[in-house]
């Protein structure tokens, strides 16, 4: 590592891969940092944003509004905890992206099968309350202390991912969603996120903060030049 020239490394990929992995692609980003080169985003800021259940807790922690979440290892407690919910839940992995893996289930039923299934697999359980959206979200990319562009996403079904086919929709950045994206990227410690909020009768709540966002669908809908934002902030912020 003593030999590696940058001041500072961008870092736009972290891939999926099994547990194992991912923890030595943390520690090799940890052991950069160790020997001073400037990550953005930093290793503290992708553990947090991959994992749902830290970024959870650190939302959580500082009063970010968020759908009430409940995380176990048990399927007995998941069933409970699937009634405690409202019997319409949104089952997700801990890791991973592009609403791989996410299933919404309200029917105890089948909530039996899958968290069984589950169980013997020895998964960890993160389940989400659901929430009415009328099949939109919002992703917004804040840089530092700014709120940069936003978009909505909008579906034909519950799931509002690009990958899993929702289309853009231009959206009007207003205060209110900047700060609170502004907000949720700070408390994890994420300079460049991509957070993705919903318009719920609870008002806004924040759904995840994405430490490696993708930006080719957001660029549609906005006229600033997002690749050239994200390295003009890099190169001002790891001071190269």
């Not at 736009?12 to 950069?32: E, S, V």
């Not at 399927?75 to 839940?89: C, M, V, Y």
């Not at 359980?125 to 919002?138: A, G, K, P, T, V």
């Amino acid at each position: 590592f003593e030999n590696l020239d940058p001041k500072g490394a961008l870092v736009r990929g972290f891939g999926a891969a099994p547990t194992q992995k991912i923890f030595f692609r943390l520690d090799l980003l940890n052991a950069i940092e160790e020997y001073g080169i400037k990550l953005i985003n930093s290793r503290q800021s992708l553990e947090i944003a991959s994992d749902k259940f830290l970024t959870s807790i650190y939302l959580e922690r500082h009063n970010i509004p968020t759908p009430k979440t409940i995380i176990c290892e048990n399927p007995n407690d998941a069933l409970d905890s699937f009634e405690e919910l409202g019997g319409d839940i949104v089952l997700k992995p801990l890791y991973g992206s592009k609403g791989v893996g996410i299933t919404r289930i309200s029917d105890k039923g089948f909530a039996e099968n899958v968290l069984y299934t589950l169980g013997q697999l020895n998964e960890i359980f993160y389940l989400q309350e659901f929430i009415e959206h009328n099949n939109r979200d919002i992703r917004i990319l804040v840089l530092g202390n700014n709120a940069v562009a936003g978009m909505y996403r909008v579906s034909d079904n519950w799931k509002t991912n690009i990958h899993a086919g929702a289309r853009t929709e231009p959206l009007e950045l207003t205060e209110e969603l900047a700060n609170l994206a502004i907000k949720a990227a700070k408390i994890t410690k994420t300079e460049i996120a991509g957070v993705d909020i919903v318009e719920s009768e609870k008002g806004l709540l924040v759904l995840e903060v994405n430490s490696i966002p993708g930006f080719t669908a957001l660029q549609k809908v906005t006229e600033f030049n997002i690749a050239e934002e994200i390295v003009s902030y890099f190169l001002k912020n790891a001071k190269i």
